[in-house]
């Protein structure tokens, strides 16, 4: 027999209309959110759900955003900002006024993408406490799997001693 149970506690849900509320978080509950037996609502890490046109995004939107997207968007946004401190290095090391023009250009895309990297930096420590300092691939691929494991975690009380 399947149970509703609330996506945050696991209690059991009471049907409410066109909703459920849950007694523990004092709360309604909409039919989406529902689970079931005391699952935890699936929360997939996808790696491949951001775009570096994503990041363009103003900040209001940009904290509309999950964490895990934020944390993929700022190795994004970490690789562009080295490219245009790398382009902007090599541009200000060239003798002559023809490089200035585009080192100035590559000057404002490097702030661009240091500001942009500030700011989900700073989103995620005013969710997390703290932003990655590096997200290297191992770094990402342990997230997934973190996160597969939390979502296969039911959200059970066993208050009975279980027969052996």
């Known amino acids: 027999m399947k149970i509703h149970t ?9 049907s409410q209309y066109d909703a ?15 689970q079931k037996n005391g699952q935890r609502k699936q929360i997939p890490f996808l790696l491949n ?13 940009l904290m509309q955003r999950s964490t895990n997207d934020l944390i993929v968007m700022l190795r994004l ?16 090391k060239v003798e002559g006024d023809d490089f200035q023009e585009q080192a100035k250009l ?3 895309d490097y702030e661009y993408w240091t500001r942009k990297a500030w700011v989900i930096e700073n989103i995620l420590r005013d969710r997390t406490g703290f932003f990655p300092e590096r997200i290297t691939d191992e770094y990402l691929s342990e997230l997934v799997v973190k996160a597969d494991k939390i979502n296969g975690k039911f959200m059970r009380i066993r208050t009975k001693k279980k027969n052996i």
Request: aromatic fraction near 12%; charged fraction near 25%.
């Open 77 to 92: 946004v970490r690789g562009k900002r080295t490219d245009f401190y790398n382009y902007l290095r090599i541009l200000n």
């Open 20 to 34: 459920y509320y849950c007694n523990f978080c004092e709360m309604s509950i909409i039919a989406e959110e529902v």
């Open 49 to 61: 759900s951001v775009t570096i046109s994503d990041v363009d995004d103003n900040t209001m939107q």
């Open 106 to 108: 590559t000057g404002k």
């Open 6 to 14: 609330c996506p945050y506690c696991g209690a059991d849900l009471k």
